[in-house]
């Protein structure tokens, strides 16, 4: 349109020149009648602007065969059309641009439509109208345009991610109630076999626990799960607020014949009423029973719980164990070693032994228990050699050994 109005104009000149040059030679008058420029300028401006075309380029034009009013009414009517470079084009094909998982080997998007490459066919006005008109009506219908259609619409309503968060959120909800199953079993001190069973009386409840974790293994590996994640948070606690600590640590034997030592730990939480909190922190592979290895092992045992040497020195007010020379030997033992390196430590032996000890003396200094005693002991011997408790004492020791 801008070109024809400055061909016109152009024209018009030229015309105006020739008029002037034959009223030259006919008149003498000093008047010569020409275009004025306020009439040029008026027919710029009233010239509409095409700016509303719903294109990619800013110096797009229109199919030859349209003009304004024709593209604006076939946009209103579909909103997906597009023009660019006197071509048509689908806004929403070139969105989409695959149909992924629903194409199969009949159904693709027009790539003519994509990139915005279609022109009428024929040569005359009419017939280019017409050509256009089918092609948009073919397209508008065709399979392939509605189904993208279709995803458009699924995106913009976000309606994948809303079904992949409740996939999700039905996921967690039913792991959190078995999760509160096992830590119900552990709370209570029942065997991890019960699970199955807890869990088809909730069943039978009408509540929804899936399909998964509903074996005795599961419910170990979860209760170990749940004590691990428990007893971060504890130790964290402990950390952010320097709470005061205690350590009591004692040695055991396993079926293996390998020697243990067993961590526990024991702090004042203000939140929790009563006496103190006592809970055990760790066991602990000895190499050896010395005082100088059990010291090291302890040590890298609060370190890898986050109690470092800083802690240590300002928290660590108390330090429990058997009265073992070991333990408590006033020249080498885990205590003074302890103290050299903490001096405010105070070192306690454990009232627990120490009633062990006191019984035992006492059993010695009366003989009517000694028969008891005796009786008792050959209970453990018998019992203790049975073929059945051999056999599992075998394959336990059996697994121990290395397999080349």
């Known amino acids: 349109m801008d070109a024809f109005l400055i061909n016109w104009v152009k024209k018009s000149e030229k015309r105006q020149a020739n008029t002037e040059l034959e009223t030259d030679n006919s008149c003498s008058s000093s008047k010569k009648p020409r275009i004025k420029e306020e ?44 023009i660019k470079n006197k071509s048509l084009g689908c ?18 998007l027009s790539t003519v439509w994509q990139d915005c490459l279609v022109q009428p066919n024929c040569t005359t006005k009419e017939s280019q109208q017409s050509s256009l008109r089918k092609k948009i009506f073919e397209h508008k219908k065709s399979e392939a345009h509605n189904k993208a259609l279709e995803i458009s619409t699924q995106l913009k309503k976000k309606e994948i991610d809303c079904q992949v968060e409740n996939m999700h959120e039905k996921h967690f909800s039913t792991t ?43 419910c170990a590996a979860i209760a170990s799960h749940i004590a691990t994640e ?10 952010s607020t320097k709470k005061k600590i205690s350590v009591l640590i004692d040695e055991s034997t396993t079926l ?91 070192v306690w032996h454990c009232s627990n032994h120490r009633l062990e000890l006191a019984v035992n003396d006492v059993v010695d200094e009366v003989y009517g228990i000694n028969h008891f005693k005796i009786f008792m002991d050959k ?22 050994v290395p397999k080349f």
């Open 176 to 218: 959190e109630k078995v999760f509160r199953t096992v830590y119900k079993i552990v709370k209570n001190q029942r065997p991890f076999v019960d699970l199955p069973h807890e869990v088809d009386l909730q069943v039978l409840n009408g509540i929804s626990l899936g399909k998964i974790l509903h074996s005795d293994k599961t």
């Open 230 to 239: 428990m007893k971060k948070n504890i130790c964290k606690d402990i950390i």
């Open 39 to 82: 009439v040029v300028s008026k027919i710029v401006l009233e010239t509409p602007v095409l700016n509303d075309i719903n294109c990619e380029d800013a110096d797009f034009d229109l199919p030859v065969c349209w003009n304004k009013t024709q593209a604006n009414n076939f946009q209103s009517a579909n909103d997906w059309l597009s």
């Open 379 to 400: 209970l453990y011997t018998l019992y203790h050699q049975s073929p059945k408790n051999q056999n599992e004492l075998r394959e336990a020791a059996n697994s121990l």
């Open 256 to 346: 293996s014949k390998r020697t243990v030592l067993i961590v526990v730990l024991r702090v004042l939480f203000e939140d929790i009423p009563g006496d103190p909190y006592t809970f055990n922190l760790d066991l602990i592979e000895l190499s050896d029973a010395s005082a100088e290895s059990i010291t090291k092992e302890l040590l890298r045992c609060l370190n890898e719980h986050g109690f470092d040497e800083f802690f240590l020195k300002h928290c660590f007010i108390a330090f429990a164990s058997d009265g073992a020379s070991v333990m408590l030997g006033k020249n080498s033992g885990v205590a003074t070693r302890l103290k050299t390196m903490f001096p405010n430590l105070v």
């Open 91 to 108: 806004r929403v094909c070139k969105e989409i641009k695959t149909l992924g998982a629903y194409a199969d080997k009949n159904l693709r």
